[in-house]
């Protein structure tokens, strides 16, 4: 969280900067309609022309100063600056998917700059109203920070008097020094104290300073993987969003938050602003040597997880013990799916068996690919031009209320016409 913005002023600026950048995209949307009428594809510059009227609401709305056209949801400090950052990076990735699609040769993909342009609406209704508990946060952490800042100033200011008393002593000349010696040795009494005073001072020292701390520290080489690792996994949890849930729900329209660590990285998703996240995905460091110690404590995390809520778990280590990995890949469980990751010997191992840990390996694997329900769609049309909800939930994961949550939206956004007479059958609009 930058302190150094005031939440009003960072709003403010990012509606501006947010204003400027659809300004943009709206004008490379333009060429790319031009460019798409060139290769005279019909569907594409259709699609096109209905995300240019999309993104021109949008620009409409955010060049409102109020708040109320984009929405008003509640939040803490924290959950406000993680939204405005989102709402700043959405529409920077759009502008950058449209000018790279006007850079190549090849045919637009329609559907990444829709899907864009759905998260960038999602932004606008998500955006976090600051109440006086929001301000009055802010300003309270705003002061334990200069608190701690002048507390950090004073340590310093002390380190640096007594290391330039140190020097001036060392630098001092011999006869003051021999000066001082015959001073003390006329003096024992004297001597006898200052020894007193040193171990008084010694024993007066509290005990977790004398006992160094000990800390779990990693050799170079595997905190160089771990680093590695976390990275690729924080770059896929940041630009992409799980579409299909453990029970083949479309979730791909809710919000999906992410939190990220040194050595972790963790995204959720909630129904509801109050509820519990019906999907965690969590990836951490975790070193267990013990086999029992391992079973015992997943057991324990399956028994915390409630019903209609799944969690995909990744513990990663250096190296794991070959019987804690043969069982890795025999457990399986209804709402919890188990994974460990090793980062000598790049491996990710889990039950490949079990349907949800195939869905959910690729937010723990270092496969950066996946194939997006849009793509899926566009292979089923290639394949066969027409299709039904079958085919989709044959291919995608989705279950039936799934796939028709997904292909109804695609329906309404006029990328796909039902051309069906008696049962519901699918093709690209044209």
């Known amino acids: 969280m930058d302190l150094e913005s005031h939440p009003t002023t960072l709003q403010e600026e990012n509606r501006k900067k947010v204003h400027e950048l659809l300004k943009n995209t709206h004008s490379r949307i333009e060429k790319l309609i031009q460019k798409t009428y060139q290769q005279k594809d019909s569907a594409a510059t259709s699609l096109l022309r209905q995300l240019r009227t999309r993104i021109t609401v949008l620009i409409s709305e955010a060049e409102k100063k109020e708040l109320d056209p984009f929405g008003s949801h509640n939040g803490n400090i924290d959950e406000f600056y993680e939204n405005e950052e989102r709402f700043v990076d959405t529409p920077t990735m759009?502008?950058?998917?449209?000018?790279?699609?006007?850079?190549?040769?090849?045919?637009?993909?329609?559907?990444?700059?829709?899907?864009?342009?759905?998260?960038?609406?999602?932004?606008?209704?998500?955006?976090?109203?600051?109440?006086?508990?929001?301000?009055?946060?802010?300003?309270?952490?705003?002061?334990?920070?200069?608190?701690?800042?002048?507390?950090?100033?004073?340590?310093?200011?002390?380190?640096?008097?007594?290391?330039?008393?140190?020097?001036?002593?060392?630098?001092?000349?011999?006869?003051?020094k021999t000066e001082m010696f015959e001073i003390s040795e006329s003096s024992p009494s004297e001597i006898k104290t200052s020894s007193t005073d040193d171990i008084e001072d010694e024993t007066s020292i509290p005990d977790d300073a004398q006992v160094p701390i000990k800390k779990d520290e990693l050799d170079t080489e595997v905190l160089s993987k771990l680093y590695s690792y976390i990275n690729i996994l924080e770059q896929k949890f940041e630009k992409q969003h799980p579409e299909v849930s453990y029970d083949g729900e479309y979730i791909a329209d809710k919000q999906w938050k992410v939190d990220l660590s040194k050595r972790s990285v963790r995204g959720s998703i909630k129904e509801g602003r109050f509820k519990t996240p019906m999907l965690i995905v969590d990836n951490y460091w975790k070193s267990i040597d013990d086999k029992r110690d391992i079973i015992e404590m997943i057991q324990a995390k399956a028994s915390t997880i409630e019903q209609n809520q799944y969690m995909s778990l990744c513990f990663i280590?250096?190296?794991?013990?070959?019987?804690?990995?043969?069982?890795?890949?025999?457990?399986?469980?209804?709402?919890?799916?188990?994974?460990?990751?090793?980062?000598?010997?790049?491996?990710l191992v889990y039950n490949e068996t079990d349907e949800n840990n195939r869905k959910f390996a690729f937010w723990h694997s270092t496969n950066g690919t996946r194939p997006k329900l849009t793509e899926i769609i566009d292979q089923l049309i290639e394949d066969e031009e027409y299709f039904d909800l079958n085919d989709v939930m044959e291919h995608s994961g989705l279950n039936l209320s799934g796939a028709k949550k997904f292909i109804d939206g695609l329906v309404r956004k006029n990328v796909l016409i039902d051309v069906g007479l008696d049962s519901p059958k699918y093709t690209r609009s044209k």
């Open 317 to 347: 280590s250096s190296s794991w013990d070959q019987s804690i990995k043969d069982w890795v890949r025999t457990y399986s469980h209804q709402r919890l799916g188990f994974f460990l990751y090793d980062l000598v010997e790049d491996d």
């Open 94 to 176: 759009l502008l950058q998917e449209v000018e790279n699609a006007l850079a190549t040769g090849e045919n637009v993909d329609v559907f990444a700059i829709s899907d864009l342009v759905d998260k960038m609406e999602m932004g606008f209704s998500h955006r976090i109203e600051l109440t006086d508990k929001n301000l009055s946060e802010y300003e309270n952490r705003i002061i334990s920070k200069k608190q701690a800042e002048r507390e950090e100033r004073g340590r310093e200011e002390k380190e640096r008097r007594e290391k330039d008393q140190k020097e001036a002593e060392e630098k001092a000349p011999a006869e003051d």
